[in-house]
């Protein structure tokens, strides 16, 4: 997500509009065409829906006509955003920072109101506002100074697990991590490296009387939860983030770090995400540093062992500071989208930050898509591929209790699974020829993984040189981790057929 990242979906849209679902209704009050007189210019107000604590969204919309086109802004306590766009007669189309050939909202202007739809799908209303229509003002608190968070000793190898919000977003409720929990289990994911069950947005509560955050009704008993999952062999994790709300309009740990720290330390919890949505709003990406390091301190001082995933979208070069705040992982893209272009374009932004992964601090292209249904299964391959070669954290994001064949093998496969964590914590970097993408990864036994992705519409053949791998000798052994099978360099050359879209990846030593 980036800087204004809107609540479309419960999950901001901020730089990042892929979380599709939850919080649209923050967006619905963006709009409009020409409201009083074909004039769109003015404030609007949108009332959305009411979030799971009983705390209702609204959305200020305030907009500037110039002929037939408009600019203007859009804010809630979740995001800040600018807008641009056009009116044709009593129709409006509005376009946000990352919304370019797809207008974010549109609609007609109705009996004085804007009436309209979010990206197409989710209607949504704004009226006139009033002197009634204010947003909560926010005090400015000044940033810590800046100093060193220590190693908590955690995260060796990249984390592995799941996460609610790609296909459960706001969904998400207690019996839902139960039962997540139990497959995890069952199907074998647990055995596989896959501990952390993760809540994402929407388990907030208010804050009671003394400041401290509760849960809502979707979440009874937090520390029984967490006793649950401990007692399947698996740890949980939670969410939160460094303004005072979070992505889906939930109260975020804004001037409540170290409380909301101990409050997770005391239910049992073992990761979190902290997402910077609404900080935005206040703090600017120069400091984002010392914004995290404040919530780095507060884990740190709860003695708990807890996973520490800052998800800031790669903004101000986060992977050159990350393990100074205590951050274990850090996000290095936008949000990720089920779709190959999104995938493929957040592994891409790894190359620059491949010199910063190792053990205990990860670059982060997001959660997998693997079993969601909008990609093909070599598609999926080639997306559990990249990121075992970027050495990225392995957090599944399907529905583990329906898994098809398909997405068990593809997930459970434990040979591309061991080039992920393997303990060296290399990152593997890209070289292009054509439509072809060759990525190879240093492992800490001399070996090498390679993988060709094929980035074209049709089937190439993929040759791998043994010369390229750098291995300090000849092929001794090279096996494909996804056909599970020992092949056989000819010369000093491998050649195979890989589909559109598909990846060939092996595991070569040297004699």
């Given at each position: ?18 979380k ?7 967006c619905?009050m ?25 705390e ?34 009593s129709?409006f ?19 004085g ?12 209303t704004?009226?006139?506002a ?64 896959y501990v952390?069950?993760?809540i994402d947005?929407?388990?907030e ?22 006793d ?5 062999g698996?740890k ?25 720290a101990k409050?997770f ?27 995290y390091q404040k ?25 050159k ?32 930050t491949?010199p ?14 693997i ?5 093909t ?5 080639t ?5 075992a ?41 890209p ?6 993408e ?5 492992l800490?036994?001399g070996?090498?993984?390679?993988g ?30 996804w ?7 000819t ?8 589909p ?7 595991r070569?030593?040297?004699?």
């Open positions: 997500m980036s800087m204004t990242r809107a609540n479309l979906n419960g999950r901001s849209i901020l730089g990042n509009a892929a599709t679902a939850v919080g649209l209704s923050l619905l963006l709009v409009t065409l020409p409201g009083f007189g074909q004039s769109l210019a003015g404030r609007w107000a949108a009332i959305g829906r009411t979030l799971d604590n009983g209702q969204e609204k959305t200020i919309l305030e907009l500037a006509q110039t002929g037939d086109q408009l600019t203007g802004t859009m804010k809630s306590q979740s995001f800040s955003m600018d807008l641009n766009g056009t009116v044709t007669g129709h189309e509005l376009f946000g920072p990352r919304s370019k050939t797809r207008p974010m909202l549109a609609g007609d202007l109705v009996n109101e804007l009436h309209g739809t979010v990206f197409g799908r989710r209607p949504w704004a009226k006139p009033t002197a009634a229509d204010q947003l909560p003002v926010i005090s400015y608190i000044e940033p810590p100074p800046l100093h060193n968070v220590a190693y908590n000793g955690l995260a060796k190898t990249p984390p592995m697990g799941w996460n609610s919000w790609n296909l459960f977003q706001g969904r998400v409720d207690d019996q839902t991590v139960r039962s997540i929990a139990d497959a995890m289990v069952s199907s074998g994911m647990r055995d596989a490296g952390y069950v993760n947005d929407t388990w509560g208010v804050r009671d009387a003394a400041g401290n955050i509760q849960t809502n009704h979707k979440f009874p008993d937090m520390k029984a939860l967490a649950y999952v401990h007692s399947k698996l949980l994790g939670i969410y939160s983030g460094p303004g005072p709300r979070t992505c889906a309009g939930y109260p975020g740990s804004y001037g409540h770090e170290e409380q909301d409050t330390a005391a239910w049992g919890i073992d990761y979190l995400k902290y997402d910077w949505c609404s900080a935005a709003t206040i703090y600017k990406d120069a400091q984002l540093q010392p914004v919530m780095g301190d507060a884990l740190a001082s709860t003695g708990r062992p807890i996973v520490y995933s800052l998800c800031e979208y790669g903004r101000g070069s986060v992977e500071w990350g393990p100074e705040v205590g951050g274990n992982l850090w996000r290095t893209t936008d949000d990720i989208r089920d779709e190959w272009s999104s995938m493929i374009g957040n592994v891409e932004e790894q190359v620059p491949a910063y992964a190792g053990p205990g601090h990860w670059n982060d292209p997001d959660m997998l898509e079993g969601n249904g909008h990609m299964d070599d598609e999926y391959r997306h559990m591929s990249l990121w070669l970027v050495a990225a954290p392995l957090l599944a994001g399907n529905d583990v209790r329906s898994m098809t064949a398909a997405t068990r093998e593809i997930l459970l496969n434990k040979e591309v699974i061991a080039i992920d964590q393997d303990p060296l914590g290399k990152q593997a970097s070289v292009k020829n054509g439509g072809l060759t990525w190879i990864k240093p800490a036994d070996s090498v993984a390679v060709v992705v094929n980035l074209g519409s049709a089937e190439a053949q993929a040759s791998i040189n043994s010369r390229d791998l750098k291995l300090g000798g000849k092929v001794k052994r090279a096996r494909d981790v056909k599970h099978q020992d092949v056989k360099f010369g000093e050359t491998y050649t195979a057929a890989v559109s879209h598909g990846v060939l990846l092996l070569v030593s040297a004699k």
